[in-house]
């Protein structure tokens, strides 16, 4: 699965889900949870100040791992007494780091990918595995993908390769308000990236606000599937976590999601990762290690352990 080649990969999808193909009788039967989960920390923040507390909690709720961005173990270790220190502290280890880069404009390439690499070698140094990779460049409005086809394929797949070359697994991560949202983009950049390279690592709930159908891309990509982000998207006006809610409490089908990806487990680089978006501009009904704990009660009771 994990060298699926893109003329096996569009065999599948041709199949009709991969899923199913993979996993004819996850619909009738009743599935071992045994994936472990980790969180993402952007709950609690999106800058190096919030690191401290959001391991502190993910301890307490027992979350396996957790993920943040490249730029803050970048920070931690160059200005704040080092990222072992404080990941060791806490006692929970990271498992990924979340990189944007520019897959628009080639006149930045060079730069993107040194930053890049700076990012895979701190990761790797703190026992990490996994680039949860996101392209950025634009702004949406008037966006058009198929203007951008070559630039976006070189880019991501020159990105791709020098994440697997320091030894790292790069994934894919769809999001919206970046060049890789819509249902069609997702689909059209899959089937022509190199897969050998980059795989996905797909957010449930990113997908459901972009207007997909996040079950039946987790289904079609699964083979690929290496990091996810699960994410609930309650809609409607900004909650305080930009649309999004604790797990169980939106409308994404969270569990179909998680059927399908227990096929995968001790195959996947990466975990399963709870996430739940923070604006801090509107105040929220939980904060945030309440919110951690409804979303980790929730996989509780469909049998997934977490750490006392």
Same mark, same amino acid.
């Given at each position: 699965m994990k060298n699926i080649t893109r003329r096996d990969f569009t065999k599948i999808l041709s199949l009709g889900t991969a899923g199913t193909f993979l996993a004819p009788s996850l619909a009738c039967s009743e599935i071992a949870r045994n994936n472990k989960i980790g969180a993402t920390f952007i709950l609690w923040g999106y800058g190096a100040d919030n690191l401290e507390v959001s391991l502190s909690d993910m301890a307490k709720l027992g979350y396996?791992? *957790?993920? +943040?961005?490249?730029?803050?173990?970048?920070?931690?270790?160059? /200005?704040? #007494?080092? *990222?072992?220190?404080v990941v060791a502290k806490h006692g929970v280890p990271i498992i990924s780091a979340f990189c944007m880069t520019d897959v628009l404009d @080639?006149?930045?390439r060079k730069d993107e990918l040194k930053k890049l690499i700076k990012w =895979? #070698? $701190? $990761? /790797?140094?703190?026992?990490?595995?996994?680039?949860?990779? =996101? @392209? +950025? #460049?634009i702004k949406r409005e008037g966006y058009d993908y198929k203007e951008h086809k070559k630039n976006l394929v070189e880019s991501m797949n020159e990105y791709a390769k020098a994440v697997t070359d320091q030894g790292l697994v790069c994934a894919l991560h769809p999001h919206t308000g970046t060049p890789i949202e819509t249902r069609e983009e997702v689909y059209f950049i899959m089937e022509n990236l190199d897969t050998?390279?980059?795989?996905?690592g797909p957010d449930v709930g990113q997908l459901e606000k972009g207007g997909a159908d996040p079950v039946k891309i987790v289904s079609d990509f699964l083979p690929l599937i290496?990091?996810?982000? $699960? /994410?609930?998207? !309650?809609?409607?006006?900004?909650?305080?976590? $930009?649309?999004? !809610? @604790?797990?169980g409490e939106g409308k994404v089908y969270l569990k179909k999601i998680l059927d399908m990806l227990e096929t995968r487990k001790g195959t996947m680089a990466g975990m399963i990762m709870f996430e739940l978006d923070s604006d801090k501009k509107n105040k929220t009904a939980l904060n945030e290690f309440q919110a951690a704990k409804v979303s980790r009660d929730y996989l509780s009771k469909l049998g997934y352990q977490f750490k006392a």
């Amino acid at each position: 699965m994990k060298n699926i080649t893109r003329r096996d990969f569009t065999k599948i999808l041709s199949l009709g889900t991969a899923g199913t193909f993979l996993a004819p009788s996850l619909a009738c039967s009743e599935i071992a949870r045994n994936n472990k989960i980790g969180a993402t920390f952007i709950l609690w923040g999106y800058g190096a100040d919030n690191l401290e507390v959001s391991l502190s909690d993910m301890a307490k709720l027992g979350y396996h791992s *957790f993920e +943040t961005f490249g730029h803050v173990i970048q920070e931690w270790e160059e /200005k704040r #007494g080092g *990222f072992k220190e404080v990941v060791a502290k806490h006692g929970v280890p990271i498992i990924s780091a979340f990189c944007m880069t520019d897959v628009l404009d @080639p006149s930045k390439r060079k730069d993107e990918l040194k930053k890049l690499i700076k990012w =895979c #070698g $701190l $990761l /790797k140094e703190n026992g990490g595995k996994v680039i949860e990779y =996101c @392209p +950025t #460049g634009i702004k949406r409005e008037g966006y058009d993908y198929k203007e951008h086809k070559k630039n976006l394929v070189e880019s991501m797949n020159e990105y791709a390769k020098a994440v697997t070359d320091q030894g790292l697994v790069c994934a894919l991560h769809p999001h919206t308000g970046t060049p890789i949202e819509t249902r069609e983009e997702v689909y059209f950049i899959m089937e022509n990236l190199d897969t050998k390279y980059m795989k996905f690592g797909p957010d449930v709930g990113q997908l459901e606000k972009g207007g997909a159908d996040p079950v039946k891309i987790v289904s079609d990509f699964l083979p690929l599937i290496e990091h996810v982000h $699960l /994410k609930d998207f !309650a809609g409607g006006n900004d909650n305080g976590y $930009l649309g999004y !809610a @604790p797990l169980g409490e939106g409308k994404v089908y969270l569990k179909k999601i998680l059927d399908m990806l227990e096929t995968r487990k001790g195959t996947m680089a990466g975990m399963i990762m709870f996430e739940l978006d923070s604006d801090k501009k509107n105040k929220t009904a939980l904060n945030e290690f309440q919110a951690a704990k409804v979303s980790r009660d929730y996989l509780s009771k469909l049998g997934y352990q977490f750490k006392a």
